[in-house]
Nanobody, 126 residues
Framework: QSQLVESGGGLVQPGGSLRLSCAAS????????IGWFRQAPGKERWGVSC????????NYADSVEGRFTISRDNARNTVYLQMNSLKPEDTAVYYC???????????????????WGQGTQVTVSS
């Protein structure tokens, strides 16, 4: 069974940092582009960042550019999202998902993504 499991969320003060992990099982994560998404209460889920199969191409939403860094360790079948300078508006459930392609799609259409995990809660609050 192919699946993704997110971890690393928690409560952090504004300006703090967290590193999220997305671990894959049942398939070779290195064959596909991987994306991170988030969904705040009452709002739609949207794309935060994406990384190509080899990690050479990364994309970020404007609101996180310069603060978040996506990376991958294909040997460990894991993708990471390093989040720095966190703001209260970053509060959301964060999800990872698989795109069945080498490169990140543009634009991002949620229906094209697969193996959604259960998500990990990130709360930024003082």
């Amino acid at each position: 069974q192919s699946q993704l499991v997110e971890s690393g969320g928690g409560l952090v003060q504004p300006g703090g940092s967290l590193r999220l992990s997305c671990a894959a099982s049942g398939f070779t994560m290195g064959d596909y582009a991987i994306g991170w998404f988030r969904q705040a209460p009452g709002k739609e889920r949207w794309g935060v960042s994406c990384i190509s199969t080899g990690g050479s191409v990364t994309n970020y939403a404007d609101s996180v550019e310069g603060r978040f860094t996506i990376s991958r360790d294909n040997a460990r079948n894991t993708v990471y999202l390093q989040m720095n300078s966190l703001k209260p508006e970053d509060t959301a459930v964060y999800y990872c998902a698989v795109y069945f392609g080498i490169w990140c799609p543009d634009p991002i259409t949620l229906s094209e993504w697969n193996y959604w995990g259960q998500g990990t809660q990130v709360t930024v609050s003082s």
